[in-house]
């Protein structure tokens, strides 16, 4: 079965600092997508960044980038020079592609800016 | 561009009661979803849709129905909530089956007393 694990309840950086939001998953199938998503106090679920399986290189978009260590099972969140607009809950999840394209998240971890 | 939007934003049940949420999407996406969040939890997945006429049930389908007459439209019914339905429901499609992110609702608020 596709488990998302991110252990990490809540996080707090300084502002203009960088953090990683820590991200596991577990699938045995070797075509899979990695996502972060990004949900702030308003409710709404906002797409950051993916990664494919088969994908090379790690993605980026903008100040995220997303560190793919295939072997380990890890897709952690990187978000560079960090925002107060930054402080919201951060929801990792994984869409195997021979499953209907479900996405399956893990618990999210809550992100707060410090000024 | 509207998206995905969900219909209603909020809602008060009484047990028992029966709804039907309503999600549309607009961008003529094979792929909807329904998705429960609850503190703690993430998002779990009720029940899926990998094109018009098609569902499937996702990790926890029990106590809703779904339908997908129109491509564009996915409806989750309630027929007898439960206030263990209380939760914020949410609507999302996609173009493929894993390869592009899945778009997302404004949410649901519901709440069974």
């Known amino acids: 079965a596709q488990k998302i694990t991110q252990t990490q309840p809540g996080m707090f950086v300084q502002e203009k600092e960088a953090v990683t939001l820590d991200c596991t998953y577990d699938?045995?199938?070797?075509?899979?997508?990695l996502f972060w998503y990004k949900q702030p106090s308003s409710g709404e679920m906002i797409f950051l960044i993916y990664?494919?399986?088969?994908?090379?290189q790690n993605a980026t978009e903008g100040r995220y980038s997303l560190n793919f260590q295939k072997a380990r099972k890890s897709a952690n969140l990187v978000i560079s020079a960090s925002q107060l607009g930054d402080s919201a809950m951060y929801f990792c999840?994984?869409?195997?592609?021979?499953?209907?394209?479900?996405?399956?998240f893990g618990q999210g971890t809550e992100l707060s800016v410090k000024p | 561009n509207a998206g995905v939007t969900q219909t209603p934003k909020f809602r008060v049940l009484k047990t028992g009661q029966s709804m039907t949420l309503l999600c549309a999407q607009d961008?003529?996406?094979?792929?909807m979803y329904w998705y429960r969040q609850d503190p703690g939890m993430g998002l779990r997945l009720i029940h899926y849709?990998?094109?018009?006429?098609?569902?499937a049930k996702g990790e926890v389908p029990d106590g809703y129905n779904v339908s997908r007459l129109k491509k564009q439209n996915f409806l989750l019914g309630l027929e007898s909530a439960a206030p263990s339905q209380t939760s914020v429901y949410f609507c999302?499609?996609?173009?493929?089956?894993?390869?592009?992110?899945?778009?997302f609702g404004q949410g649901t608020r519901l709440t069974v007393v």
């Open positions: 999302a499609s996609s173009y493929s089956r894993g390869g592009t992110e899945a778009f």
């Open positions: 699938t045995s199938d070797p075509s899979y997508g």
């Open positions: 990664q494919g399986s088969y994908d090379q």
């Open positions: 999840a994984m869409s195997v592609y021979n499953q209907g394209g479900k996405l399956i």
């Open positions: 961008m003529n996406h094979e792929y």
């Open positions: 849709s990998v094109g018009e006429g098609t569902t």
